[in-house]
């Protein structure tokens, strides 16, 4: 029993303050939005925002929502987003001339595949815990 507790509390503690940053475009202004795996708003999170070259543009922080709009933006972006603590994340943005709201980075494929497969390992390794137990 104790094995299985200490592996919801392993994987609780690995995704607990994961940081996810959605960027999209919306007449012609970037929208950011950052929240933790919990679904809190990153408030007052630094934004970094770089240019093609890597430059630092500006530095900014989020509202009390975890949202900040660019404007006057340049066609190709890094935004990285930081919280409290050293949780960051970032982000490659590259303008499009679409007029209606797009997501354009969602979660990547290879982090939902290395997911399932933690999940899978996880439900296995319950199954066989209760199998010894029951015997």
């Known amino acids: 029993m104790r094995i299985v507790f200490l592996s919801f509390l392993l994987v609780n503690i690995l995704f607990a303050h994961k940081l996810n ?11 950011i939005s950052s929240y933790f795996a919990s679904g809190t708003p990153c408030k007052n999170c630094k934004v970094d925002i770089f240019n093609e070259k890597k430059e630092l543009l500006s530095s900014v922080k989020t509202d009390k929502n975890g949202e900040y709009i660019i404007k006057n933006v340049e066609p190709k972006l890094f935004i990285k987003v930081e919280a409290v603590g050293g949780h960051a994340v970032e982000k490659k943005f590259e303008l499009k001339n679409i007029k209606s709201k797009q997501d354009i980075e969602d979660i990547k494929p290879e982090n939902s595949f290395l997911q399932s497969i933690f999940a899978i390992l996880l439900i296995a390794i319950i199954f066989l815990v209760l199998k010894r137990i029951k015997k």
């Open 21 to 31: 940053l959605f960027l999209f475009e919306e007449n012609n202004e970037i929208r």
